[in-house]
Structure formats: structure tokens, C-alpha cells
């Protein structure tokens, strides 16, 4: 068994707990390679089957090739795709690119504040009509009680202490001085009422191991991972407004591998390009006890 | 750094532990920044941020991310770090020293294959040290390397380390323990944790560095017998799929296309038929260590949790009384007489601690409490038993099945290996029902009065089958037809009720088995009334049919099957098929009743 294998058969192994465990569950899908990956790992667990609806909080500044890219494989995979939105945030204009918030107020609106009341079904959820390809009101408004998240330990201090199930209180916090202890494959599967808990099945994965599995197992993803001829080309996705390309030629996916293997990137962190990153002294702690993922 | 490619990578976790302040958390920070495995700038920014708030700079702070970690100068919770050599790719796991976080010490441990043991070679071996070794021998790590820090606070001297090491090794040798290596460092000043130091001529041993590259990936179960818990069962019917897929995780051994299976506890059999995977190569065996699924040659009616094993093979034991050693985590104590709820491979059942032989101080081996309860960090030989039979081994023969957590409420506040298979018969159960008849006293109406009177002797009337049968349709006509035939008949609908309940996942098997035990110990009190009890249940096992007849002893349960029989052994009374007509159905279970001689008219 080698690295590759040990890893995905983990993320299996906690995706089957999760959908076994859960009634009401779901999947965060930014369209980013880590969630792409954690869909394709999904495919892998149910042999091919998605049995749970993808959810995708679109903030409205998301580039357009990923949100393309979303409904493209949305009706390919015939996945259950529900799509959620802070409208009163965008439709009073109070954001970033409008020079009215900070960076980290936009994300707080248009991310935490849009999940949060997506995952509970107090805001209107949108949901793939498979036979018309339009999205249309979903009317099951249920409080998702189980999420699946892609973070990984690597990205940033406090994720390398977080849990695979890591349970969330009546108002989305987490609390990170006190977890569940998770042993022998076992985690924390029950719940208190109003609650609901976080599955985390990309928390061994590194950046390198993640595009080594998008090699081998030729997973498709969004082209503004590679290089289109100006030599830049997107590390991490996020909003337009607030991330940066980075500098680099690769134009494959074998060429991605190599550069983060040993080459320029080996020792740069992945988020380097994300400028919210540096406005906050305790890195993301903060907006993570937020829900902010 | 080299690295190789993914293909022949080797990985490993491992975790680092001891008592608070030894410096777990500068062993690891040191041994990133001496190897230049910190992103870019990491190690500049933490020692800006250190001066921009006039505090001195400790690599701790690389790992310590919390803020409450940073304010507070300690680890809180285990942290993991990537790190990688030319022969493997490692997470470190960097546990915390202090007691109270002694549970996500457990969970950091519990992931890794091998630890680093600091101890302050000032301040010399302190509880935790003992406590920690105990917990990683428990957990089950084999590979243990002693790091005796700071020993530049003892002038490098050889007299100290020696002494440490002697006390230390004969600690461990009681818990059957044999350190790969003591080592001695400063992990400040980096001294021998990437390069041998000049400051201690006397030691030529390993580096921590070497000693981590050192380490041996223990076999992966490869050679031990097949085990794999029934994680799921999946008939996922999108796009025209007719697969029925039994799916897991292998713990141990291998299997292979054509292979024989039983599953455990029901005893059911079948024979692999294909290994099913998305997107992969097909392959005809697998081994420990994968998730994957399996179609079988037979539709047999198997439930998520049981254990898979290799037809041939030595059985696990199918019990449900067992002798532990048990850790416990939660800040209520366990208790007698509270039902709790275990979790060993993929079977969640309700479990109770039945007796308490001894509590162990972990941090000071052989110090013997006599208790009646598990405290907090305690460690208790007791004797648990479960609701129902689960498979297990113990824990020497085949390590991944003997071990289990106990969730108390909503938490995991427990966990344990499991050390001996104990004998049913002294169970809580046999011990109500003993108890129960004691003391039933009769009056002086006999049942055959009873029976002369109503022509029907007392019974419980089980019509079992899966939603949507038709069996509540039946039970209900038929206590019609007995009472029209002049018999003494009841239908008992509340059972519905408190099946209702079972459509949750979290209440199913133990809510289910309260439930059970209520129906057992009431129909034994409305069966000796002479009356005909009929009542329905949805998706039982041998064990629940063969639970209610101990419970009714000394009457035994009737039972009509509706649809499928998904009995094991179990002998049914009548077999309905599914969506039977109503009076057809009344007419074979009274000419069964009427063969048996319970009617006797
Ligand atoms: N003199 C000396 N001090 C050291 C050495 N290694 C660590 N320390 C100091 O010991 C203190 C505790 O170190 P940590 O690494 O935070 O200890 P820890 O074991 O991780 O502590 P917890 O995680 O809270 O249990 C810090 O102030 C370190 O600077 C050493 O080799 N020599
Ligand atoms: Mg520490």
C-alpha cells in the first residue's frame, strides 16, 4: 500500500462513517481541487454514486470559469447540487470590491454568515433540476446535521488540531480548547440536538499528495490551476477580488506535481496568495470559531 | 529537500509525548527548523511576532497555533506536522504534556505507529511520564524511543542520563515494553536532533532525526486472519445499478475472489463474488489495510456491523460478556447501572459495567484502588457487558477487533482492549429474569381453568417482517377472527409506537432493545393471563426472538414471518408471504395454533 492508497482508503473509510451516521448530510464543494478531490473520493466510496447533495455557497465574486466548471460536472456526475447565497448582503452593496467592508468583513458576509444559514435552511437554498439543467428553489429547507468540509491540516496553525468529526455548537462555533478525543477509527457520530458536526476526510492530505491523486486518477480540474500562456497561473481559488495568481509555467498537471515536489514551491505556503490571510494576527482562528471554514 | 514520488513513498505517523514543559513541542520545532521542513518565512514571521510582543522566541510557538496555546505557554491540543526525509513522509503528531488534555493526547497517539518519549532530564521522570508510557502501551504502539531533554541544565552529564534511563527502563518493563533507544538531548540549543553534538563524547547512539528514520513500519496486519466490519450495504439504484455491495474497511489479512465468508454475530454465510471499486483496475484479492466492497455469490440478509470473516478460519468470539482493561475519559465517572453505548468496529450497542475487579493508576503501576466506579483518567480491569452478542477477538490475537471506545451521552469518554471472553450465563439479564420469577407469586386461578374457559392457552403472537408487509393489517385481523372464534385476543399496537423510535439511527439499537426488554417482561405478565397477545416487529434477529422466549420463559414466543425469511437457525411458527391476503393468513396461523394445541377447541 503506498501513500496514496493509506490516504484514500482513510477518506473512504470516514465518508462511509458520515453516510451511515448521518440522515441529514452534505458536502461543501468551493470547486477548488481540495473539494474536487474529496468528490472524486466520494465516487470512490459509493461506487460511483453521490448520495448526498453538494453544497456550494456562492459569494457572487467566485471567477466565472469555476462556477462554469460546477455546472459542467454538475450535469455530467448528475450530482445533487445545491447552490446558497447572502443576497441582502450583495443586493445593499456593503462588500470588499465596493471599498465598503474590509476583507475579512466580505468573507465573514458572503461565506460565513451565507453558510451558515444555508447549512440551517433559513436562507433559500437553490437546487439542479436535472431535467430542465436550470436551478430552481429547493424546497427541502432540513438543517444539515452532518457537513463534509475539505480542510486539510497543512493549510494553516489552527486546522492542524482539528478533528475528523469536529462537532459545532447551536451557533456554529467551534470550540477548539475542548474536542472530542477520536481513536482506533472511531469518531464522535452522536450529537446533542441544534448541533451538528463537521467531517473533515482530507485532514492527512498535503498539497503535493492531493495533485499526485489528481495525476493518477485523472481528475478534472478547473483550468485556472495551469498556466494559459502569461505565466501565472492560480494556486488556490477564491473570490477574484482577493486572490492572486502566482507565478509559474506549469501547464499540466505533471508539471504542478514537480514544481510543489521539489521545485519552486516545495517550501511556500499554499495560501500565500490569499490576501485575507495576512490581515489577521491569530491567522484564521477567529473567523474558523466564526464557521468560517 | 529529495523527495521521492508517490509510488514507492513510505509514511508514517508518529506521535511525541511526556510530561508538561519537557519540551515535546521545541523537539519538533527544532527538528522542522533544522531540517528545513517550515514553509518559507514561517520561522521569521513567529520570531517578529515574539518581538513585536516582547516575549522571548520558543519554537514551541511554531506547533502551539492556538491563541490560548500561545498566551498560555503550553500545548493544548495535539497539533500535526508534515515533515519529510529522504526515506519517508511523516505527520508528527506533537501531544500535550498536561492532564487535562490528557484525551487529545490519546487521539494523538492512537493515530501513530510509533512515539517520542521526552523526559526533563532536570526536573527527571514526573507522572505524566509514567502516565503517557502506560497510555502509548495501551494504545497498542510497539516502537518507543526515550528523548532525555535539557540537558544542558545538567551539564551534559552521562551520570544523570544514565540514571534516568535505569529508572525508566524498568518502568517500561513492567508494562512489557522495550525502548528502541534513550537519547540524550537539548532540544533549545539543537543538540543531537539532526546532528551528534560535541558536548556529550560519551553517547554514540542515534540522533532524533536517525532514530525517527529508524522507527519500522510494523507489517500492515497483511499476515493475520480476515477481518472486516460491515461498514455498509449498498444498493445505490441511479443509472440502472442492480449491485448489492457489502462495504469496508479490511483491519486484517486478505481475501480473494471465490473466498468463503461468514459474518459475525448472525453466523450467515455466503462467497466473494467480485471486488467492486469505481475507476480503478480490477483486481481479484485484497488486503488489509483498503476500503472496498464485495458483491457475493447468495442474497443473503446481512445487517451493517457485523464482522466478516474467512469461512475456515478460527472464529472470533460472539459474546456478550468480556473482561477489559478500560480507560476512562469523561468528567462523569462510569458508573453501574447506566446504560452506556460501545463502539467496536462498525456495531454501535447499548453496554453496561457489570463488574469491577481492580482501578490502576496509571502513572503509578500497581497502586490498587478498590472502587466501584471509573473516574476520571482511571484505568479499571472490569468486566462490561452489551445488550446483545457482538464479535470481538482480544486484543493479543488480533489487536484492530479487540479494542473499543464507550460513548457516555453524546462524547466518547472511554476506551478499551479487550482481555478475556467471559461466560453469558452469569449475565444482567438471566440475573433479572431469575430474580423476577423469585418473586412472582401466584394466585388461585390455575391456567388450565384459564384455558378451559376462553379454549386457548396464553400466548405471544410475534408477526414480523419489514415495513410495509402488511403485518400490522394481519395482527390486527386476526385478533378478530380469535375473538369472533370466542379465544381471548389482544392486539398490542403500542409496539408500533416505540418503533417508531427506531428510525433514528442514534436510538435504533439501543432504544430498540429497551424496547424489547419492555415487551419481554410485559407479555410474560399478559401471556399468564391466558390471553393470546398479538403484536408486531419490524427487522429482528435470532437473538431478539430468542431474548423474548428467555423473557417469556416459561412459554415460548409464536411467530408468523411476513415476506423473506431473514432468520438465521431461528424456526418461525408460520411463513406469510409478503402482502398476504388477510383472511388466509388468519386461517393458516389458527390452523397452526390449533396443530401446536393452543387453541384447543
Ligand atoms: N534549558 C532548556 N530549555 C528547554 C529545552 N527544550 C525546551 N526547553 C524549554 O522548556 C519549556 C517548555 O517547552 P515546550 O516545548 O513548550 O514543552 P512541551 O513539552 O511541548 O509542553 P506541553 O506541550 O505544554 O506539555 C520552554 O520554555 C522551552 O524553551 C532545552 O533543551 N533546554
Ligand atoms: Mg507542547
Redesign the pocket.
Known amino acids: 500500500m503506498n501513500q496514496l492508497d493509506q490516504l484514500e482508503s482513510k477518506s473512504v473509510h470516514i465518508l462511509r462513517e458520515a453516510y451511515r451516521e448521518f440522515k441529514s448530510l452534505c458536502m461543501l464543494w468551493s470547486i477548488g481541487k481540495d473539494s474536487t478531490v474529496m468528490l472524486w473520493l466520494a465516487r470512490k466510496a459509493f461506487f460511483g454514486h453521490v448520495p448526498f447533495p453538494l453544497v456550494h455557497i456562492d459569494t457572487a465574486y467566485k471567477m466565472p470559469e469555476m462556477i462554469e466548471y460546477r455546472d459542467k460536472f454538475a450535469r455530467e456526475w448528475r450530482l445533487n447540487m445545491v447552490v446558497g447565497q447572502n443576497k441582502a448582503q450583495l443586493a445593499s452593496g456593503v462588500t470588499f470590491p465596493n471599498g465598503k467592508l474590509t476583507r475579512i468583513e466580505c468573507c465573514r458576509a458572503l461565506k460565513s454568515e451565507a453558510l451558515k444559514h444555508t447549512l440551517s435552511g433559513e436562507w433559500d437554498r437553490l437546487r439542479m433540476n436535472h431535467t430542465t439543467g436550470q436551478y430552481e428553489l429547493d424546497t427541502n429547507r432540513e438543517p444539515y446535521t452532518g457537513v463534509i468540509v475539505g480542510v486539510r491540516s497543512d493549510e494553516e496553525g489552527s486546522r492542524s488540531k482539528e478533528r475528523y468529526f469536529s462537532p459545532r455548537d447551536k451557533h456554529n462555533d467551534w470550540d477548539v480548547d475542548d474536542q472530542p478525543p477520536e481513536l482506533w477509527s472511531q469518531y464522535k457520530t452522536a450529537f446533542a440536538p441544534g448541533t451538528h458536526v463537521r467531517i473533515h476526510p482530507l485532514l492527512d492530505w498535503t498539497e503535493l499528495n492531493l495533485w499526485e491523486y489528481i495525476e493518477r486518477e485523472k481528475i478534472p480540474v478547473v483550468d485556472l490551476y495551469f498556466d494559459q500562456g502569461q505565466e501565472k497561473r492560480y494556486r488556490s481559488l477564491g473570490c477574484g477580488p482577493c486572490t492572486t495568481p502566482v507565478d509559474s509555467t506549469s501547464k499540466t498537471v505533471a508539471e504542478i506535481v514537480a514544481e510543489i515536489r521539489t521545485g519552486k514551491f516545495a517550501n511556500i505556503a499554499e495560501r500565500s496568495g490569499r490576501a485575507q490571510d495576512k490581515e489577521d494576527g491569530g491567522g484564521l482562528e477567529t473567523l474558523r470559531r466564526d464557521g468560517y471554514m | 529537500m529529495a523527495d521521492t514520488v508517490a509510488l514507492e513513498r513510505e509514511h508514517m505517523d508518529i506521535v511525541i509525548v ?10 519538533i ?1 527544532r527538528l522542522m527548523a533544522d531540517t528545513g521542513s517550515l514553509p518559507e518565512g514561517k520561522l521569521e514571521q513567529v520570531k517578529a511576532m515574539c518581538l513585536a510582543n516582547s516575549r522571548p522566541f ?3 510557538f511554531l506547533l ?1 497555533a492556538l491563541q490560548n496555546e500561545q498566551a498560555q ?3 493544548i491540543d495535539t497539533a500535526r506536522c508534515f515533515f519529510k526525509t529522504a526515506k519517508r513522509h511523516y505527520i508528527i503528531n ?1 501531544a ?3 492532564i487535562e488534555f490528557l484525551k487529545n493526547m490519546v487521539t494523538g497517539a492512537a493515530r501513530a505507529q510509533a512515539a517520542l518519549l ?1 523526559i526533563d532530564a532536570e526536573e527527571g521522570i514526573q507522572e505524566n511520564s509514567k502516565r503517557h508510557g502506560y497510555m502509548v502501551s495501551m494504545l497498542g504502539l510497539k516502537q518507543i524511543a526515550v528523548l532525555v ?5 545538567v551539564d551534559y552529564s552521562e551520570k544523570t542520563f544514565e540514571r534516568i534511563k535505569t529508572e525508566y527502563t524498568a518502568f517500561l518493563d513492567q508494562l512489557g515494553v522495550h525502548p528502541s533507544a534513550f537519547i540524550p ?5 539543537g ?1 543531537n536532533i539532526t546532528g551528534r553534538s560535541e558536548l556529550m563524547p560519551w553517547y554514540s547512539g542515534n540522533t532524533v532525526l536517525g532514530q525517527v528514520d529508524a522507527f519500522i513500519r510494523p507489517s500492515e496486519n497483511l499476515d493475520k486472519l480476515f477481518r472486516m466490519p460491515v461498514q455498509d450495504i449498498y444498493k445505490f439504484t441511479a443509472g440502472g445499478d442492480d449491485r448489492r455491495i457489502v462495504a469496508g474497511t479490511i483491519l486484517t489479512g486478505r481475501i480473494k475472489v471465490g473466498d468463503g465468508v461468514v459474518f459475525q454475530p448472525s453466523g450467515k454465510e455466503s462467497v466473494i463474488k467480485s471486488i467492486e471499486a469505481f475507476s480503478a483496475p480490477e483486481r481479484t484479492q485484497m488486503e488489509a489495510g483498503y476500503a472496498t466492497g464485495f458483491q457475493l455469490t447468495t442474497q443473503i440478509y446481512i445487517k451493517p456491523g457485523e464482522l466478516m470473516c474467512r469461512k475456515g478460519d478460527p472464529a472470533p468470539h460472539v459474546r456478550r460478556r468480556f473482561r477489559t482493561n478500560l480507560f476512562w475519559m469523561g468528567r462523569p465517572p462510569m458508573v453501574m447501572d447506566k446504560e452506556y453505548k460501545l463502539k467496536i468496529g462498525s456495531t454501535q450497542v447499548g453496554v453496561a459495567l457489570a463488574e469491577m475487579n481492580q482501578v490502576l493508576d496509571a502513572s503509578e503501576l500497581g497502586t490498587v484502588l478498590n472502587k466501584q466506579q471509573v473516574d476520571r483518567h482511571d484505568v479499571a480491569e472490569c468486566v462490561l457487558e452489551t445488550t446483545r452478542p457482538i464479535a470481538f477477538d482480544l486484543r493479543n490475537d488480533v489487536e484492530p477487533t479487540g479494542r473499543f471506545v464507550i460513548v457516555d451521552e453524546f462524547e466518547i469518554a472511554g476506551c478499551g482492549i479487550i482481555l478475556e471472553a467471559m461466560d453469558d450465563s452469569g449475565s444482567l439479564l438471566s440475573a433479572h429474569i431469575r430474580d423476577r420469577e423469585f418473586h412472582w407469586e401466584r394466585g388461585s386461578v390455575t391456567v388450565d381453568e384459564r384455558t378451559k374457559r376462553s379454549k386457548n392457552a396464553g400466548k405471544l403472537i410475534i408477526l414480523h417482517g419489514p415495513y410495509g408487509c402488511g403485518k400490522r393489517r394481519i395482527a390486527k385481523h386476526l385478533e378478530r377472527a380469535l375473538f369472533d372464534r370466542g379465544n381471548l385476543s389482544y392486539y398490542f399496537g403500542i409496539s408500533n409506537f416505540f418503533e417508531e423510535l427506531d428510525h433514528d439511527v442514534h436510538t435504533r439499537n439501543i432504544g430498540r432493545e429497551r424496547h424489547l426488554d419492555k415487551l419481554g417482561d410485559l407479555s410474560r405478565v399478559i401471556v399468564d393471563t391466558g390471553t393470546l397477545l398479538i403484536t408486531t416487529i419490524t427487522d429482528a434477529d435470532d437473538f431478539d426472538l430468542e431474548k423474548l422466549n428467555l423473557l417469556n420463559a416459561p412459554s415460548k414466543v409464536f411467530v408468523v414471518n411476513v415476506g423473506d425469511n431473514t432468520f438465521g437457525s431461528f424456526k418461525v411458527d408460520v411463513e406469510l408471504s409478503y402482502r398476504p391476503d388477510e383472511d388466509e393468513a388468519a386461517e393458516k396461523v389458527i390452523a397452526e395454533l390449533k396443530r401446536q394445541g393452543i387453541l384447543t377447541d
Open positions: 511526556g510530561h508538561v514543559d519537557h519540551g515535546k513541542s521545541t523537539v520545532g520558543e519554537y514551541a502551539d505557554g503550553i500545548t506533537d500535550p504534556g498536561h521526552v531533554n535539557k540537558m544542558d541544565l538531548i537539548a532540544a533549545r540549543e543538540v
